[in-house]
């Protein structure tokens, strides 16, 4: 039984599968190569045993950059959700620990036994912005490092503040067959109060479309694409390098070297979700088309707080059996906000017990198509698709 002290550690690597956890510790001169068989003990107890399975390929590999901001977990679990029947690994990056690695190590141990689950941290950051050389401000060389250390033919990549539907890794394998790269699309989140805005119709759109059309020949963001680590070889480094004074940009760069692989496929679902903080939506391009869609309660708190009351009406008005009445107040609350998950799911329910079957299953399957994590919204999916 080896103890290693957890002082002096410069980097640690944690993979779990079956119920089984393992975690390297990289000290100065010397590997201790761990497995922590119960999931409860504390990390400072190990026994000595390799990863079972870890050499064999996977069938796609994700890489997430983070300085442990909060949302990290809901990242992760995103991965852990995924509905691919194959094996995953799951490669972190840690740049800096500004956040809480408690968080992080409490998400892994909920890491289901299809994921292998890998923490990297070197104990430094590779980001100028941080002490270290490489341009990219917000994950320095991370990307590249882990995008060369994958065991998988198939990298997807995913921010720490961004997160994925059940279907996403499923979706873009299949969209990739014979081809070097592919993608998704994504929506558009509020992060203050976590609802979809609307579908990303001017922005990662792929090659040729969109906004950056002209510029930059299109534009597909990191946390929708899944590349052929072998035909894409090359286009890594440039996820360490930034165009810009700023330190930003180097999801351009990488998207001007993908156009010199022709062979890529658009996945063609939705199956991304992209934070979008307030000041980020006040942006020219982004504030343009809000308004051009007419969605004014990303910027009007009193229509947030007008959202929430009918919901919760609707909701109080389903339980006391008055379905009309809860239909009418979901569609009040759905006029302001197309896309609010919590209304959805009342209005399907009330229109599943009015006996309106066909307008229940649309209204459920648009609300899942958002909001795939909420347990209560896949029940009442399954009931309706089952029952119809």
Same mark, same amino acid.
């Given at each position: 039984?080896?103890?290693?002290?957890?002082?002096?550690?410069?980097?640690?690597?944690?993979?779990?599968?079956?119920?089984?956890?393992?975690?390297?510790?990289?000290?100065?001169?010397?590997?201790?190569?761990?497995?922590?068989?119960?999931?409860?003990?504390?990390?400072?107890?190990?026994?000595?045993?390799?990863?079972?399975?870890?050499?064999?390929?996977?069938?796609?590999?994700?890489?997430?950059?983070?300085?442990?901001?909060?949302?990290?977990?809901?990242?992760?679990?995103?991965?852990?959700?995924?509905?691919?029947?194959?094996?995953?690994?799951?490669?972190?990056?840690?740049?800096?620990?500004?956040?809480?690695?408690?968080?992080?190590?409490?998400?892994?141990?909920?890491?289901?036994?299809?994921?292998?689950?890998?923490?990297?941290?070197?104990?430094?950051?590779?980001?100028?912005?941080?002490?270290?050389?490489?341009?990219?401000?917000?994950?320095?060389?991370?990307?590249?490092?882990?995008?060369?250390?994958?065991?998988?033919?198939?990298?997807?990549?995913?921010?720490?503040?961004?997160?994925?539907?059940?279907?996403?890794?499923?979706?873009?394998?299949?969209?990739? $067959?014979?081809?070097?790269? #592919?993608?998704?699309?994504? %929506?558009?989140? &509020?992060? =203050?109060?976590?609802?979809? +805005?609307?579908?990303?119709?001017?922005?990662?759109?792929?090659?040729?479309?969109?906004?950056?059309?002209?510029?930059?020949?299109?534009?597909?963001?990191?946390?929708?694409?899944?590349?052929?680590?072998?035909?894409?070889?090359?286009?890594?480094?440039?996820?360490?390098?930034?165009?810009?004074?700023?330190?930003?940009?180097?999801?351009?760069?990488?998207?001007?070297?993908?156009?010199?692989?022709?062979?890529?496929?658009?996945?063609?679902?939705?199956?991304?979700?992209?934070?979008?903080?307030?000041?980020?939506?006040?942006?020219?391009?982004? $504030?343009?088309?809000?308004? #051009?869609?007419?969605?004014? %309660?990303?910027? &009007?708190? =009193?229509?947030?707080?007008? +959202?929430?009351?009918?919901?919760?009406?609707?909701?109080?008005?389903?339980?006391?059996?008055?379905?009309?009445?809860?239909?009418?107040?979901?569609?009040?609350?759905?006029?302001?906000?197309?896309?609010?998950?919590?209304?959805?799911?009342?209005?399907?329910?009330?229109?599943?017990?009015?006996?309106?079957?066909?307008?229940?299953?649309?209204?459920?399957?648009?609300?899942?198509?958002?909001?795939?994590?909420?347990?209560?919204?896949?029940?009442?999916?399954?009931?309706?698709?089952?029952?119809?």
């Amino acid at each position: 039984m080896e103890t290693p002290s957890r002082r002096g550690v410069a980097a640690n690597v944690l993979t779990k599968s079956a119920g089984r956890a393992y975690i390297f510790l990289f000290h100065e001169k010397k590997v201790s190569r761990c497995a922590l068989e119960d999931p409860t003990m504390p990390y400072e107890q190990f026994s000595c045993l390799p990863p079972a399975g870890s050499q064999e390929r996977f069938d796609a590999a994700v890489i997430i950059p983070t300085i442990l901001r909060p949302t990290l977990v809901r990242a992760m679990q995103s991965v852990f959700n995924q509905d691919l029947g194959g094996r995953i690994q799951l490669l972190i990056g840690i740049d800096q620990r500004q956040g809480d690695s408690g968080r992080l190590e409490t998400a892994a141990r909920e890491c289901p036994g299809n994921v292998f689950l890998s923490v990297f941290d070197p104990g430094y950051s590779t980001s100028v912005c941080h002490g270290g050389m490489y341009s990219n401000r917000f994950s320095g060389a991370l990307r590249t490092i882990l995008s060369y250390a994958a065991n998988s033919k198939y990298v997807a990549y995913l921010d720490d503040d961004d997160w994925w539907g059940r279907g996403h890794l499923s979706g873009l394998l299949s969209a990739i $067959a014979g081809k070097d790269w #592919a993608f998704s699309y994504r %929506w558009l989140v &509020d992060r =203050e109060t976590g609802w979809p +805005i609307c579908q990303d119709e001017w922005d990662s759109l792929g090659p040729g479309r969109g906004i950056n059309r002209e510029r930059f020949g299109g534009f597909v963001s990191p946390s929708n694409l899944l590349l052929d680590k072998e035909a894409c070889h090359f286009v890594m480094p440039y996820w360490s390098l930034s165009p810009f004074k700023d330190g930003t940009g180097e999801d351009r760069l990488v998207f001007q070297e993908l156009l010199q692989h022709h062979s890529w496929a658009a996945g063609g679902a939705y199956s991304c979700f992209y934070e979008m903080p307030r000041e980020v939506q006040s942006h020219a391009h982004h $504030a343009r088309e809000f308004e #051009a869609r007419k969605i004014g %309660w990303i910027k &009007d708190p =009193e229509l947030v707080k007008t +959202i929430r009351l009918l919901a919760s009406d609707a909701e109080a008005m389903l339980g006391a059996g008055d379905f009309a009445q809860a239909a009418a107040a979901c569609r009040r609350a759905l006029a302001l906000n197309p896309h609010h998950a919590p209304s959805l799911h009342v209005l399907a329910k009330a229109q599943w017990q009015a006996g309106e079957k066909t307008n229940a299953l649309a209204h459920i399957t648009h609300a899942l198509e958002i909001d795939d994590r909420d347990c209560a919204i896949v029940a009442t999916w399954k009931k309706i698709t089952t029952e119809r």
